[in-house]
């Protein structure tokens, strides 16, 4: 067990909706994550925030947006969602005392868009 | 931005047979971490290792940082190590650059 929980675990949903993915970081880490991985793409970095604030964008869709809340716990809102939209999700969480920049990941979230 | 190359694609083992992958990357960096992902999708960080030489049990993990590549070394293979194996790369807490990864099959 990583101490990084994210839900759903599965997600299936019709295009055009719009689903939120919820990830609780590791207790202490200050740091979340947000990849995508499908078949095609591989790993793709999406978003970090770091203690509230984002702090770097990667290959985030506008259809996409993200937040960290005061208790560090994150959402990742995907809307207008696309076939090409489905893929496995994940959160990831690094920054606290004794963690260092070890990055765990969650279980993910796997999406279908039908 | 920086690539990360991982050798072989793809690796058939007989179990107990030995095997060593490789993450070549193409900047210089301080962190780099290798990751099992197993059949059922989880992602399981095996080691971080920007420098050095460290050993987990039938794992062990090289990087040699001054020519930019590291070395995963599974020995005496067993069925429950199939996966896909993955080096990530980056700067401090950056985000983490994957590779490709290596998809390895071990037989019975």
């Known amino acids: 067990d990583s101490g990084v929980t994210q839900t759903p675990k599965h997600l299936i949903t019709a295009t055009g909706q719009r689903v939120t993915l919820r990830c609780s970081p590791r207790s202490g880490d200050l740091s979340v994550y947000w990849y995508q991985q499908s078949l095609d793409q591989g790993l793709q970095f999406l978003i970090q925030?770091?203690?509230?604030?984002?702090?770097a964008k990667g290959n985030i869709l506008e259809r996409f947006s993200a937040q960290q809340f005061p208790d560090l716990h994150s959402e990742l809102n995907l809307s207008s969602l696309e076939l090409g939209d489905s893929a496995l999700y994940f959160c990831?969480?690094?920054?606290?005392?004794?963690?260092?920049?070890?990055?765990?990941f969650g279980e993910g979230s796997w999406l279908t868009v039908v | 931005g920086i690539q990360v190359e991982q050798s072989p694609p793809d690796l058939i083992l007989q179990e107990g047979a030995n095997s060593t992958l490789r993450c070549n990357f193409s900047d210089s960096v301080n962190n780099l971490q290798w990751f099992h992902q197993n059949p059922w999708g989880q992602l399981i960080n095996l080691f971080y290792?920007?420098?050095g030489t460290k050993q987990n049990g039938r794992l062990s993990a090289t990087t040699v940082a001054t020519e930019r590549y590291s070395l995963l070394y599974i020995s005496s293979s067993q069925t429950t190590d199939s996966g896909v194996y993955f080096c990530?790369?980056?700067?401090?807490?950056?985000?983490?650059?994957f590779g490709k990864g290596t998809r390895l099959s071990v037989i019975a």
């Open positions: 290792i920007p420098s």
């Open positions: 990831a969480s690094t920054g606290g005392a004794g963690s260092g920049n070890t990055i765990y």
């Open positions: 925030y770091y203690n509230g604030e984002e702090r």
């Open positions: 990530a790369v980056g700067i401090g807490n950056t985000p983490l650059v």
